[in-house]
């Protein structure tokens, strides 16, 4: 991580006292299994990084801004397959037991010692460019929809469409590699409702209701993820009167958006008057979360997000890593939303949903 920032606990989230507080959803291990024998669950998920391995070995074979590429993604695949049959013999090695955000973080570890900074730059750039180049008709159908609730969940389906973009699921890294993807296309082809968590209809109750005077979103992935699912979704709370802090990565993960990135995404999106397709976005900040990975612990966030945070009313968590593996089960001083798509079929099977689900889930707080 090289934020300069001092780190502090994300000022929203209730104290672990108080809620229980930990990032990571799934329980891998409870206290009466063996320390020294790993779970059917840490084995089910280090078998489902160890299948990623193939996918982020040919981006790092790839990237032309390291040099002997191809050997050191060999020696990435190697160390790193190394280590999680060693966190099967022994869960306590490595810094475990292991959890996803622990097996995230060795992933990044053994890339950046590696000299991989970013393996998935080239493709997050054609991805930008492409989403871009459509932000404006994505925008303009949807404000072409009067009704603001059948709107808001047109904006919602559009996040939801967005998040397929994700090259950390190994299924999806495939299809991608092969077929590219369509954001119109996925919006129609979403897992019907009733979602496995699905409380957009008391979302939309509130939202036609109740405005929100800030809004933290924590986002995910670059390309039609933040361009056409969150920005528009932004712009519409812009349009409402609220403040939204848009909170990216400090560091490249995977193909998540980073906060240099974002800042010039919105650049390029705004036209000479500093608008959104006809929304003013004075009220529009992109902040650096602090995070270096796919998933997010909210125990440690810059200093300077944190005061951002402080006096917002609405929490938005968005991705399956942000999301779903940490922080479905979050609580917080303030409503939030967490949203995102189930790429995974152990997370599938945790929720008692099916792959390519969705999740919506909003918790209000009574003042």
């Known amino acids: 991580m090289e934020s300069d920032s ?13 809620s229980n507080y930990r990032a990571c959803t799934i329980p ?3 206290p009466s ?3 020294r024998k790993a779970t059917p669950t840490e084995i089910a998920w280090i078998d489902l990084f160890h299948n990623s391995i193939p996918s982020f070995k040919k981006r790092a074979e790839s990237d032309a801004t390291v040099p002997d590429a191809p050997t050191r993604a060999e020696k990435f695949a190697e160390r790193y397959s190394k280590i999680l049959e060693d966190l099967k013999k022994d869960p306590e090695s490595h810094g475990g037991p292991p959890d996803c955000i622990l097996l995230c973080r060795l992933r990044e570890q053994i890339l950046r010692e590696l000299g991989f900074r970013d393996i998935f730059k080239k493709v997050k750039d054609e991805e930008n460019a492409k989403a871009i180049s459509l932000f404006e008709d994505v925008v303009r159908l949807s404000d072409a929809i009067e009704d603001g609730r059948k709107r808001l969940e047109n904006l919602v389906r559009g996040i939801f469409a967005g998040n397929i973009f994700d090259l950390g699921s190994a299924q999806l890294a495939e299809v991608f590699s092969r077929d590219g993807m369509s954001f119109l296309a996925s919006c129609q ?3 019907p409702r009733p979602w496995v968590i ?4 008391t979302f939309k109750a509130k939202w036609s209701k ?5 809004a933290i979103i924590f986002v995910d992935n670059s390309g039609a993820d933040v361009i056409l699912g969150i920005l528009p979704f932004a712009r519409e709370l812009l349009r409402r009167g609220t403040q939204v802090v848009l909170a990216a990565n400090d560091l490249p993960s995977i193909n998540d958006v980073t906060y240099h990135e974002l800042i010039e995404i919105v650049s390029k999106l705004k036209d000479e008057n500093g608008q959104l397709v006809g929304v003013d976005t004075s009220k529009l900040l992109v902040a650096n979360s602090g995070n270096d990975l796919p998933v997010i612990d909210l125990t440690t966030v810059p200093q300077e997000l944190a005061y951002l945070a402080s006096d917002a009313d609405l929490v938005i968590l968005e991705s399956m890593g942000r999301g779903i593996e940490t922080n479905l089960y979050a609580q917080f001083k303030c409503d939030s939303v967490k949203i995102g798509m189930v790429k995974h079929p152990e997370v599938a099977q945790f929720l008692g949903g099916r792959l390519y689900d969705c999740v919506f889930k909003y918790n209000e707080v009574l003042s």
């Open 6 to 18: 001092e780190m502090v606990p994300f000022p929203l989230l209730l104290t672990p006292i108080e």
């Open 28 to 30: 891998y291990r409870f």
């Open 198 to 201: 699905d409380d957009l209809e």
């Open 33 to 35: 299994d063996n320390p």
């Open 189 to 191: 082809n979403l897992v």
């Open 210 to 214: 109740k405005s929100w005077n800030k």
